[in-house]
């Protein structure tokens, strides 16, 4: 697909002068515009995502909300989640990334969300890379902040949606990870373990071996009794996966036929950096 570059995003900031309406359209024509051939990408997942999926790298998706942010930079948060809103409803996998790299941008708006914000911004998700930039990007930060409660996490854990399962395990490594903004909060982190421990959907798998393992550097002997304690339940992947991060401090140990037989091509490494599972 040739790629047909459009009229950079203006970053002139304004208050209420343009709708967010009109903001939506130019990222989303610039996003269109930047659209490539491509053979593999995270949105596939294996689990046939709906999304319409154009070839972003993740540094054109950064510079396009990075735009967009100072553009917006003295928008409210309702017009800020108002531009995102119309980003998701796209159904893009790129426009619904440049939407939740808008909204972690905008420290007012992240100030300001509410769980039913969230719910909204992640309707639809129907893959891995877009559910763990959701989380790490959004969820779990507003969680860590007290934006969200337990019990809406709980809930989450609980849904009939594998999606938003992986996101309640997803968010809690913003609890953890210090890039990601946390300083260590196993309690929450294991009782999220705790309630998706017996899920044997594989997307939920690989993220509670995600989630125990951002929660070593914490309280290591906490995950190492976590293992022990559901040794019956819990999936062979997370146990080895985990183990080898306890015992070596990688996921995999460095080299091992492991490691390179399950490696993702280099081309799916574009959605959360350093977060996926």
Same mark, same amino acid.
């Given at each position: &697909? ?48 709906? &999304?319409? /999926? ?15 942010? *100072? ?9 800020? #989640?108002? %531009? ?12 619904? &990334? ?22 909204? #911004? ?15 990007? #959004? ?7 007290? /934006?969200?409660?337990?019990? /809406? ?21 913003? #609890?953890? %990870? ?12 294991? &009782? ?11 997307? %939920?798998? *690989? ?10 550097? +914490? ?9 022990? +304690? +559901? ?38 490494? +574009? ?7």
């Amino acid at each position: &697909m040739a790629a047909r570059r459009a009229a950079p995003i203006s970053t002139k900031s304004s208050r209420s002068a343009e709708r967010p309406a009109d903001i939506a359209r130019d990222a989303l024509a610039e996003v269109r515009a930047r659209a490539r051939a491509f053979t593999d990408h995270p949105a596939a997942g294996g689990f046939g995502s709906r &999304m319409e /999926r154009l070839g972003l790298r993740m540094g054109e998706v950064n510079a396009i909300a990075r735009a967009l942010a *100072k553009r917006l930079r003295d928008a409210s948060p309702r017009d800020v #989640l108002a %531009v995102a809103d119309a980003l998701v409803a796209s159904n893009g996998f790129d426009a619904r &990334m440049v939407a939740y790299d808008l909204v972690r941008r905008h420290r007012a708006t992240m100030a300001a969300l509410t769980p039913a914000d969230l719910e909204r #911004l992640g309707r639809g998700l129907d893959n891995w890379a877009s559910v763990d930039a959701f989380s790490c990007w #959004l969820t779990g930060p507003a969680w860590r902040t007290g /934006r969200v409660a337990d019990a /809406r996490v709980a809930r989450w854990a609980r849904s009939r949606d594998r999606w938003w399962r992986r996101c309640a395990l997803a968010s809690t490594v913003a #609890l953890n %990870v210090k890039a990601r903004g946390g300083d260590g909060d196993v309690p929450r982190t294991l &009782m999220t373990c705790e309630a998706l421990v017996a899920d044997h959907d594989p997307m %939920v798998v *690989k993220a509670l071996s995600w989630a125990l393992r951002c929660a070593i550097p +914490h309280d290591a002997a906490a995950v190492r009794a976590f293992l022990a +304690h +559901h040794d019956g339940a819990i999936a062979s992947l997370v146990r080895r996966e985990v183990t080898n991060k306890l015992v070596t401090g990688h996921k995999f140990p460095r080299g091992g036929a492991a490691a390179r037989a399950t490696a993702r091509p280099r081309a799916t490494r +574009h959605a959360a950096r350093g977060a996926h599972a």
